[in-house]
């Protein structure tokens, strides 16, 4: 059974640092790629950051240079380092497990959320300008 559990969430002014955390037990890197999503109040859920399966990092377009995911590989705790936030950066996050063989680096397929099978309970960020 997955189980994720995020952390470190909470309110900042824009340009200031936040890191979040998601310990997950019951998925391992070579079977399960651990993204991150979040989701703008009102909004729908958006792809963040994910480390694929048995790969690599990728991110959304709008955190490419602001944000790092990293894994590790000791604890099993996936990061999310977020530089330079932003008000447009405020929402809950989330992070969520997937098996899906079909993962890669593209955005369309590992920020689709129908392909994630466990999620986490969520963490706010707020961003105030």
């Known amino acids: 059974q997955v189980q994720l559990v995020e952390s470190g969430g909470g309110s900042v002014q824009a340009g200031r640092s936040l890191n979040l955390s998601c310990a997950v037990s019951?998925?391992?890197?070579?079977?399960?790629?651990i993204a991150w999503f979040r989701q703008p109040a009102g909004q729908a859920r958006e792809g963040v950051a994910v480390i694929v399966y048995n790969a690599g990092p990728a991110y959304a377009d709008s955190v490419k240079g602001r944000f790092t995911i990293s894994r590790d590989r000791v604890t099993n705790i996936y990061s999310l380092k977020m530089n330079d936030l932003q008000p447009e950066d405020t929402g809950i996050y989330y992070c969520?497990?997937?098996?899906?063989?079909?993962?890669?680096?593209?955005?369309?397929?590992?920020?689709?959320?129908?392909?994630?099978?466990?999620w986490g309970q969520g963490t706010q960020v707020t961003v105030s300008s």
């Open positions: 019951g998925a391992a890197y070579v079977t399960h790629s």
């Open positions: 969520a497990a997937s098996r899906d063989v079909w993962i890669t680096g593209a955005y369309e397929t590992w920020a689709d959320v129908q392909r994630y099978t466990d």
